[in-house]
């Protein structure tokens, strides 16, 4: 596909049936907060033991902004959590030190997920995953409350009571499918019992949640557990990708939030995890259809959501083995060399938004959405063009009309879309190489690069107007200067 950049900045002449979307900065403004840039994802616990993995959620939080990171398989037996020696049961948490020493040097917090069952202390022998997690419930409930409870009281010395109060302890990862927990869901609900009172019993205040479910499931039905049998019960957590219904549409995580925002009542509200598609080898995760669903996601599901953890930060992962090819669908922002995807370059735009949304009024409705936010000297406006796989989607040409602005200010312009930060199409130019030099690498790097343009505009007394045409799946960000000179 040949680029022709020129046609991103278009005449300035409207067309009678162009969509034209206007953005008035004497209008009163509403709180935008950050609240997607509160967790990201990750595989599983033994990763964060390695370097390379820890120099990606660095970049993650430095360049992103997230403040904790959740995995699964913490108490697994390649932790070294617990066994049964001859005299009795052998608890060691040196490797879960290592991890939360790290993330505390960085800035960052664990979310703490509880899973899966150490072998020792297990009912059965199902498995998941290449590393085999053990989904079975406990032989004996107490044992486990056990190994919780030594887990909270040495985390509390460690780290103090204050900075523990400020994590979160889930239990357990999507109990309602089989192939993560093998019991019923009256197992999985004692299974929360023991743990909350194991934790509480070394400090009230620490917060535990769950049902830790995919799409949407259980949240009444663990409301009416915990009300009845007097459980705490401190957050809702719960999963979403749309592929969870039959027939999805741009809308359907959109509807899904709202359902489970009115189910949770006034608790807070955390998807632990979310995407476009459960599959770790989906190839639109490393394509710019996935940077366009993350920015039409979040900018919907704003004042729903108090934690929404995206799945995953990098494609260092191992579910179903470790991958080799630095393009293989993989969940994650980076790729397995660290090169960001559109998806990170997404995440890197909607972080530098403001804290204040300005509305938008549009006179038609398609396909492109406009938001909108000013920071203390900057209106940033991110313009995307989405829809699911399969559904009519094409080239828009839409017009920004700006009122109250600075005649004159400087304006800049950077893009996601087939021709610009899409590291995946290089590699595919490169011949697809399974693996990577130096040289291949940091071409990978300059061509998953956002370069900021100069946008003209057109001044119209108090007002500013551009044109711009958004192809299938692309995201353009105009930042304009607010401070007068």
Known sequence: MKSNRNKYLSSQDPSENEQIFTIDLTTKTTPFPHYWEKCVGSGHALLALREDWR????????????????????????????????????????????????????????????????????????????????????????????????????????????????????????????????GTQEEYFSLYKHTAAAIKEVDLQIKVGGPSTAANSWIPEMLEYCRENNVPLDFISTHHYP??????????????????????????????????????????????????????????????????????????????????????GGFGLLNLHGVPKPTYRAFQLLHRTGSERVPVVSNSISTVEVLATKGKDKLLILIYNHDVPLAPIKEETIRIRVMGARSGAPA???????????????????????YLDEKMIDELLKSSEMPKKPLKYASHGGDISFNLTIPPHGVAAVTLDLIKH
């Open 55 to 182: 120099q990606h959620l660095k970049k993650c939080h430095d360049e992103l902004g997230f403040q904790y990171v959740r995995f699964h398989g913490l108490l697994n037996d390649d932790m070294s959590v617990y066994k049964k020696g001859k005299t009795g049961p052998v608890y060691s948490f040196f490797n879960v030190d290592s991890i939360f020493d790290f993330l505390q040097r960085i800035g960052m917090k664990p979310f703490v997920e509880l899973s899966f069952m150490p072998r020792d202390m297990a009912s059965g022998e199902q498995t998941i995953f290449h590393y085999r997690g053990n989904v079975t419930p406990p032989k004996d409930y107490n044992e486990w409350a056990e190994l919780i409870r030594r887990l909270t009281r040495h985390l509390v010395d460690r780290y103090g009571v204050e900075e523990v109060r400020s994590w979160f302890f889930e239990v357990w990862n999507e109990p309602n499918l089989k192939g993560f927990w093998s």
């Open 243 to 328: 592929t969870d219904v039959r027939n999805f549409d741009r809308n359907t995580l959109h509807k899904m939030t709202i359902k489970a925002r009115e189910e949770a009542g006034d608790l807070p509200l955390c998807y632990t995890e979310w995407n476009n598609s459960p599959s770790s080898r989906d190839h639109l995760h490393d394509e710019p259809y996935a940077a366009a669903f993350v920015v039409k996601t979040i900018v919907d599901n704003q004042g729903l959501v108090d934690i929404y953890s995206f799945w995953t930060f990098s494609d260092i992962f191992e579910e179903a083995g470790f991958p080799s090819k630095p393009f293989h």
């Open 412 to 434: 800049t312009i950077e893009r996601i879309d087939e021709d610009s930060a899409n590291p995946k199409r290089r590699w595919v130019e490169m011949g697809s190489p399974e």
